[in-house]
């Protein structure tokens, strides 16, 4: 079977399994202060993940503390990683039944969960071969436990009735079984932070709301840059949680000093 090959690597995070867990303890040691450890004695609440995907050095303060509630809180059976397709390329929708290779080794594809899916999920590997949002996903999560399992989704089309859709196929397929669904998003794009925090804070508040018809409707009402909420939409949709809190809230300036920041959430729906 064809293995989807790294396509950031040594660009958005570390090319080696040695720098990529040295970059990761960084993360940890500096911004939370400890490293979190696997909890594998249960019982889980975690249903859904809100995660920025930039390069580690920029998001990865923030994406830390979604990885380290998820370690804490123990792992699902499999994952579902939504993300925002920003190369444009394949279907407006799409999975993709090759495994993904990554410095931390490989993972592979969840393919009883993908049976499920074709209707409007479809199998479409172009989509996935140069996009970066999922890809960052999977050594945070490989960090932890190696051997995982998971379905990509790329979404290129990101209107509220698409994510309705999204979120059918995925609960259908993924009907009695445990998992976890990380959308991956960043927040506002290249604005003064200032504005950043207050667009991103107006969007925030309908993710903790669980409102994902209005996360669409302040995003294009307010016509603000982020980039997966249509991912975000299908998490809350599909997920079924009954809580949601934001974890950390950062910017791209946090870490280097700069006029136009990006903006970044890490958030946990609870069952």
């Known amino acids: 079977m064809a293995l989807r090959q790294p396509a950031v690597a040594g660009k958005f995070y570390p090319r080696t399994e040695r720098q990529v867990r040295g970059e990761i303890d960084r993360l940890y040691d500096t911004y939370l202060g400890r490293r979190p450890r696997l909890n594998t004695a249960g019982p889980r609440k975690i249903v859904g993940l809100v995660v ?14 979604a990885y380290a509630a998820l370690a804490n809180d123990g792992f699902p ?3 579902i990683v939504i993300g925002p397709n920003h190369s444009g390329l394949g279907s407006p929708v799409s999975m993709t039944t090759e495994d ?3 410095p931390l080794g490989e993972v592979r594809v969840d393919k009883e969960i993908i049976k499920g899916m074709g209707r409007l999920i479809v199998d479409d590997p172009m989509a996935h071969r140069y ?12 960090y932890f436990k190696e051997d995982i399992t998971f379905v990509p989704i790329a979404m290129a089309a990101q209107d509220h009735e698409t994510a309705v859709e999204v979120a059918e196929e995925i609960k259908k397929a993924c009907r009695g079984r445990d998992v976890v669904i990380i959308a991956s998003t960043d927040f506002s794009h290249y604005v003064p932070a200032q504005e950043a925090a207050k667009q991103d804070r107006s969007v925030i508040d309908r993710i903790l709301a669980l409102d994902a018809e209005g996360v669409y409707d302040t995003v294009i009402r307010k016509n603000i840059s982020m980039c997966g909420y249509g991912p975000v939409m299908a998490m809350l949709l599909a997920s079924g949680g009954s809580r949601a809190e934001l974890l950390k809230y950062g910017n791209s300036g946090d870490v280097s000093p700069m006029e136009d920041v990006v903006g970044y959430a890490a958030i946990k729906v609870v069952r």
């Open 100 to 102: 993904f290779d990554t």
């Open 52 to 65: 920025p995907h930039a390069g580690y050095v920029y998001s990865g303060p923030v994406a830390a503390y």
């Open 77 to 79: 059976e499999t994952f």
């Open 131 to 142: 996009e970066h949002s999922i890809e960052v996903q999977l050594p945070f999560i490989q």
